[in-house]
């Protein structure tokens, strides 16, 4: 089997992920160091687009001097890691845009050796990028210790999330649920720009504090009901709405697309109007969550969406 190397997938989640894939996939990962990020993007900004290339070859050449067809590259939709994937034109890469495609991503759609994957119905209709199913980090975590259902109305609903310009609208939402629910909400900043200059004095503020994301499901697994709100545009899934469906939590979501999922259940999901949202009712409130097949589930696991990645890219017959 080929060894599956991923490339700047450095988040907490991500090692979750690992943890998941090792089980079946050999695996390796590149984690880039904050100075090599700070100095790639100081680059790619302002000077020539080469020179943040040659410096990222130079750092990693390693990489590049060992790579061979037994190695599967995997990159994300971040300017380092494509950069770097680009690089490798004698092997058959990958990268998984893991959001939607911005005009604040530097790199070229149309790397002839690389498939580009997409979880969004959109992006892949307009850029032309691979459709694949989104997936949980690691649906082990999710299925075991969860809070059990009960029948009355002080239920909680549980909401984590980045502020996205989209603030007063979930402030909003947090006050129309309040009227029903007890809301645990989490809405958080994103350091960029000048404030990352001065981490240490905004790293106190709990607005700018990430919480782990061990933490953040700990804490969606005592909750009764999760929330989550998607951009505009966006018509794929979220990493919340399936962690819902794991831990057996019903979902209140903007996201209209949802109906067209395999375990969507008018029961389990709730769908609101993030201009003018309305309450969910008591009936969905009150009833327990109704178990979806695992069957259903598991084609949003890891492991079963990168067995089909590798195999839609032909690094992989079926070994299902």
């Known amino acids: 089997m080929k060894k599956l190397i991923f490339v700047g997938w450095q988040n907490d989640y991500d090692r979750e992920m690992f943890d998941e894939l090792k089980i079946k996939f050999n695996i390796s990962i590149i984690n880039f160091s904050k100075l090599d990020i700070y100095l790639f993007n100081i680059l790619n900004r302002f000077s020539n687009k080469k020179y943040a290339i040659d410096y990222l070859v130079l750092r990693y050449s390693k990489y590049f001097l060992s790579c061979n067809d037994d190695q599967v590259y995997i990159g994300i939709d971040s300017n380092i890691s494509a950069s770097f994937i680009s690089q490798l034109i004698y092997l058959r890469t990958i990268i998984i845009f893991r959001n939607t495609y911005t005009s604040s991503?530097?790199?070229?759609?149309?790397?002839?050796?690389?498939?580009?994957?997409?979880?969004?119905?959109?992006?892949?209709?307009?850029?032309?990028?691979?459709?694949?199913?989104?997936?949980?980090?690691?649906?082990?975590?999710l299925t075991s210790e969860n809070k059990k259902s009960t029948k009355n109305l002080n239920k909680t609903a549980y909401f984590l999330g980045l502020n996205k310009n989209r603030k007063l609208k979930l402030l909003n939402l947090k006050d129309v649920l309040s009227?029903?629910?007890?809301t645990d909400f989490h809405i958080k900043e994103k350091l960029s720009g000048f404030k990352k200059l001065f981490y240490i004095f905004y790293k106190w503020n709990r607005n700018f504090r990430l919480i782990p994301y061990h933490k953040s499901i700990k804490d969606l697994k005592k909750s009764d009901l999760v929330v989550e709100m998607v951009k505009k545009d966006q018509a794929g899934l979220t990493f919340r709405a399936l962690e819902a469906?794991?831990?057996?939590?019903?979902?209140?979501?903007?996201?209209?697309?949802?109906?067209?999922?395999?375990?969507?259940?008018?029961?389990?999901?709730?769908i609101y109007d993030d201009i003018s949202p309305i309450a969910p009712p008591e009936e969905f409130i009150l009833e327990g969550f109704l178990p979806v097949d695992y069957e259903i589930l598991k084609k949003y696991t890891a492991t079963d969406v990168f067995n089909n990645i590798l195999m839609v890219s032909g690094h992989i017959g079926n070994t299902k």
């Open 245 to 270: 469906m794991f831990s057996g939590k019903k979902l209140i979501t903007n996201n209209k697309n949802i109906v067209n999922e395999p375990f969507y259940n008018s029961s389990n999901i709730y």
């Open 105 to 141: 991503l530097k790199f070229s759609l149309e790397l002839p050796s690389t498939d580009i994957y997409t979880f969004d119905k959109n992006d892949s209709a307009k850029y032309g990028m691979i459709l694949t199913n989104q997936f949980v980090p690691n649906h082990n975590i």
């Open 179 to 182: 009227e029903v629910l007890i």
